[in-house]
């Protein structure tokens, strides 16, 4: 830890030593507390656990920025922690901390920060608050546009894992190129090009793991990747092209297996007035890089990289029943989305205009042929024997499927007070894979999603979602209702039924109030447990019970 604490000294000195240089009169403040509270009430039909008499999940932020220095911090309180947190954040500290100095296009950070290079393959630190995910590195950063068209960042340092730090290190760089800036009849024509390479290394310690008794790993202690992409504009049209390849990194996550991890994207998107199309398709290979190769590879902690989801991200209820979760050993996916809105005065426009959106994600696991090993001993996993290079797998060869899920939906405003979002879906799920064990689950979702415009001040909402499969735990119907009365008051009532086996309701009465910067969320809720997901990362949260108050207020 002696490394660990010469950073925060050098950063509490940095803070310090800036602090005597900043213009007041051009100083400001901002702010943000968030606390997210519950008393828990037992549910025995639901199986809630015991979790105390009270919960909370806390956050006080505060940032300070000036002309050439700016500086945070972010304190944390979980010592009773919401479920579903008990055994990773329960406690209380200050993990955020940085001091940024700019100068002459140059940004130099001090503390801890987050970073992506490119999509996130092969770095990629972010907060997300309802999933547990915070991957901050604390060290030191340099990010500098000193040379026109060009964008520099170096950084090194150890990785958040909860209230600790990790014992490996990290290094990296990452440059982009951006070709417009240089030639001056690219941006008179609307043409982009941007080229971009980035590298990062772990170091960490040698471990003794055995692949047979007697055969200790020789493990690699520094694991370096690369990244490069290609993008390409013109006028409307975008074309990204990106590739990483990761060095053979024997961890829990692979079962200890030497063989070198890769992926492959090609995304592309047009789009003009009232029309837009995505097209995508990627395909990973064992890339699951993480600061200590002993994670544990059902947490989503000490993840330095990141692998998008080709899925999208669903609001309502039943259609986000069953989300996907990122397989990071390997997946083929496909996603496409196009929208397109009917004119006003036309035969499918009406009135007012119609939005139709039509999308798609097909994802499929990699086809993997086991490789013999040499120890006949030797531990077998799930991707093959341990120390040996695990399996081989040719790039277009595709395994079982893992998702897939095609969905319409038309957005139709029929009077000047009243909306209607209708939705139709059809889902596929590998839940033997993505959760362990339950079979595919084949789904029809339908939604109606209606507003209206009582007064100038008062609008209704109401929606209706119903979800058919003959698989799982069978039908659900989920209800909701909402009155907004600006600009103060919002009291929502919703239900999600499962028609099916268990017959349970889980339900919500919630009122919400603002005023200024203050929110203030009260209510009672019954929810189910399942996985809490956004962009391919999952958390299980566990059913609850009991009275739900959420506060925040910005400053």
Same mark, same amino acid.
């Given at each position: 830890?002696?490394?660990?604490?010469?950073?925060?000294?050098?950063?509490?000195?940095?803070?310090?030593?800036?602090?005597?240089?900043?213009?007041?009169?051009?100083?400001?403040?901002?702010?943000?507390?968030?606390?997210?509270?519950?008393?828990?009430?037992?549910?025995?039909?639901?199986?809630?656990?015991?979790?105390?008499?009270?919960?909370?999940?806390?956050?006080?932020?505060?940032?300070?920025?000036?002309?050439?220095?700016?500086?945070?911090?972010?304190?944390?309180?979980?010592?009773?922690?919401?479920?579903?947190?008990?055994?990773?954040?329960?406690?209380?500290?200050?993990?955020?901390?940085?001091?940024?100095?700019?100068?002459?296009?140059?940004?130099?950070?001090?503390?801890?920060?987050?970073?992506? *290079? $490119?999509? !996130?393959?092969?770095?990629?630190?972010? &907060?997300?608050?309802?999933?547990?995910? @915070?991957? /901050?590195?604390?060290? =030191?950063?340099?990010?500098?546009?000193?040379?026109?068209?060009?964008?520099?960042?170096?950084l090194g340092g150890v990785q958040?894992?909860?209230?600790?730090?990790?014992?490996?290190?990290?290094?990296?760089?990452?440059?982009?190129?951006?070709?417009?800036?240089?030639?001056?009849?690219?941006?008179?024509?609307?043409?982009?090009?941007?080229?971009?390479?980035?590298?990062?290394?772990?170091?960490?310690?040698?471990?003794?793991?055995?692949?047979?008794?007697?055969?200790?790993?020789?493990?690699?202690?520094?694991?370096?990747?690369?990244?490069?992409?290609?993008? *390409? $504009?013109? !006028?409307?049209?975008?074309?990204?092209? &990106?590739?990483?390849?990761?060095?053979? @990194?024997? /961890?829990?996550?692979? =079962?200890?297996?030497?063989?070198?991890?890769?992926?492959?994207?090609?995304?592309?998107?047009?789009?003009?007035?009232?029309?837009?199309?995505?097209?995508?398709?990627?395909?990973?290979?064992?890339?699951?890089?993480?600061?200590?190769?002993?994670?544990?590879?059902?947490?989503?902690?000490?993840?330095?990289?990141?692998?998008?989801?080709?899925?999208?991200?669903?609001?309502?209820?039943?259609?986000?029943?069953?989300?996907?979760?990122?397989?990071?050993?390997?997946?083929?996916?496909?996603?496409?989305?196009?929208?397109?809105?009917?004119?006003?005065?036309?035969?499918?426009? !009406?009135?007012?205009?119609?939005?139709?959106?039509?999308?798609?994600?097909?994802?499929?696991?990699?086809?993997?042929?086991?490789?013999?090993?040499?120890?006949?001993?030797?531990?077998?996993?799930?991707?093959?024997y341990m120390g040996s290079n695990?399996?081989?797998?040719?790039?277009?060869?595709?395994?079982?499927?893992?998702?897939?899920?095609?969905?319409?939906?038309?957005?139709?405003?029929?009077?000047?007070?009243?909306?209607?979002?209708?939705?139709?879906?059809?889902?596929?799920?590998?839940?033997?894979?993505?959760?362990?064990?339950?079979?595919?689950?084949?789904?029809?979702?339908?939604?109606?999603?209606?507003?209206?415009?009582?007064s100038r001040k008062v609008t209704?909402?109401?929606?209706?979602?119903?979800?058919?499969?003959?698989?799982?735990?069978?039908?659900?119907?989920?209800?909701?209702?909402?009155?907004?009365?600006?600009?103060?008051?919002?009291?929502?009532?919703?239900?999600?039924?499962?028609?099916?086996?268990?017959?349970?309701?889980?339900?919500?009465?919630?009122?919400?109030?603002?005023?200024?910067?203050?929110?203030?969320?009260?209510?009672?809720?019954?929810?189910?447990?399942?996985?809490?997901?956004?962009?391919?990362?999952?958390?299980?949260?566990?059913?609850?019970?009991?009275?739900?108050?959420?506060?925040?207020?910005?400053?």
């Amino acid at each position: 830890m002696k490394h660990h604490i010469a950073l925060v000294a050098a950063f509490v000195l940095t803070a310090t030593g800036a602090s005597h240089a900043v213009d007041l009169d051009e100083a400001s403040i901002t702010g943000n507390i968030q606390s997210d509270m519950l008393v828990p009430q037992q549910d025995a039909a639901i199986g809630t656990e015991n979790t105390g008499a009270f919960n909370t999940n806390t956050y006080l932020t505060l940032n300070a920025f000036s002309k050439y220095i700016s500086a945070g911090l972010r304190v944390e309180f979980n010592e009773f922690p919401l479920p579903g947190f008990e055994q990773d954040f329960k406690g209380w500290g200050l993990p955020h901390f940085y001091a940024t100095g700019n100068i002459a296009k140059t940004e130099i950070t001090g503390g801890t920060f987050y970073e992506q *290079f $490119g999509s !996130g393959f092969i770095l990629y630190g972010y &907060e997300e608050r309802s999933l547990g995910v @915070d991957n /901050s590195i604390l060290g =030191g950063r340099v990010v500098t546009s000193i040379i026109p068209g060009a964008r520099i960042k170096v950084l090194g340092g150890v990785q958040r894992n909860y209230w600790e730090w990790t014992n490996a290190a990290l290094y990296g760089g990452d440059l982009e190129l951006t070709f417009e800036d240089w030639i001056k009849p690219m941006s008179e024509h609307n043409t982009r090009l941007m080229l971009g390479l980035s590298y990062v290394s772990r170091h960490e310690g040698d471990e003794d793991i055995y692949a047979a008794p007697g055969y200790r790993l020789n493990l690699p202690q520094n694991v370096g990747a690369f990244d490069a992409r290609i993008k *390409f $504009g013109k !006028g409307g049209f975008d074309l990204l092209a &990106e590739y990483a390849y990761k060095a053979n @990194d024997p /961890s829990a996550s692979n =079962g200890y297996i030497y063989r070198p991890g890769q992926v492959a994207m090609l995304s592309a998107s047009y789009s003009q007035r009232g029309m837009s199309l995505l097209l995508q398709a990627k395909r990973s290979d064992n890339f699951a890089f993480r600061t200590e190769r002993s994670a544990d590879p059902k947490s989503s902690a000490r993840y330095i990289n990141y692998l998008p989801a080709f899925t999208y991200q669903h609001t309502y209820a039943l259609a986000a029943l069953y989300p996907y979760a990122t397989q990071m050993m390997g997946e083929w996916a496909f996603q496409g989305e196009f929208r397109y809105s009917f004119k006003r005065k036309t035969a499918l426009g !009406g009135r007012y205009g119609t939005d139709l959106i039509l999308r798609g994600s097909l994802i499929y696991d990699i086809e993997r042929n086991m490789v013999k090993s040499s120890l006949t001993d030797a531990s077998m996993g799930k991707y093959g024997y341990m120390g040996s290079n695990g399996y081989t797998s040719p790039f277009f060869g595709m395994g079982g499927l893992l998702y897939a899920e095609a969905g319409i939906e038309i957005n139709k405003k029929f009077t000047k007070d009243f909306k209607l979002n209708a939705m139709y879906m059809f889902q596929k799920y590998n839940k033997s894979v993505i959760e362990g064990e339950g079979g595919m689950i084949n789904s029809h979702i339908i939604v109606l999603d209606g507003k209206y415009q009582i007064s100038r001040k008062v609008t209704a909402r109401v929606e209706l979602q119903y979800l058919h499969t003959k698989q799982d735990q069978g039908d659900w119907v989920y209800g909701l209702a909402e009155v907004s009365v600006l600009p103060y008051l919002m009291f929502t009532v919703s239900d999600m039924w499962n028609t099916g086996s268990t017959n349970l309701h889980y339900y919500q009465a919630l009122v919400t109030g603002t005023y200024k910067s203050h929110r203030l969320q009260a209510g009672y809720v019954r929810t189910r447990a399942g996985y809490n997901c956004a962009g391919g990362v999952c958390r299980y949260i566990p059913a609850t019970r009991g009275v739900q108050i959420s506060y925040s207020y910005n400053f």
